[in-house]
Nanobody, 116 residues
Framework: QVQLVESGGGLVQAGGSLRLSCIASGSTFSIDVMGWYRQAPGTQREPVATVSTGGTTNYANSVKGRFTISRDNAKNTVYLQMNSLKPEDTAVYYC??????????WGRGTQVTVSP
């Protein structure tokens, strides 16, 4: 089992920045990919950015050039630096991990609200 705790959400004006953090605990040795996902009201959860153990990153087209995902394996932590935020970035952001055994674990989420 892997437990995930997100932090760093909040209210920001359009054009502003936020940094999300997610700390993993438990069977962290089994973590393969770490990532951030988001879900706006009335929509399905969608991937925002992922990073592998080796540092390979992937981003949704909508956030490329504005968001940066990073990972500190020694601290079992993944970050999401969000710049040039837009109102359409408003959502609950979830930290998610995939283990080497293909299990998926999720955090409880942190609200990000971007005002016009």
């Amino acid at each position: 089992q892997v437990q995930l705790v997100e932090s760093g959400g909040g209210l920001v004006q359009a054009g502003g920045s936020l940094r999300l953090s997610c700390i993993a605990s438990g069977s962290t040795f089994s973590i393969d990919v770490m990532g951030w996902y988001r879900q706006a009201p009335g929509t399905q959860r969608e991937p925002v950015a992922t990073v592998s153990t080796g540092g390979t990153t992937n981003y949704a087209n909508s956030v490329k050039g504005r968001f940066t995902i990073s990972r500190d394996n020694a601290k079992n932590t993944v970050y999401l630096q969000m710049n040039s935020l837009k109102p359409e970035d408003t959502a609950v952001y979830y930290c998610g991990v995939k283990t080497t055994g293909w299990d998926l674990f999720w955090g409880r989420g942190t609200q990000v609200t971007v005002s016009p």
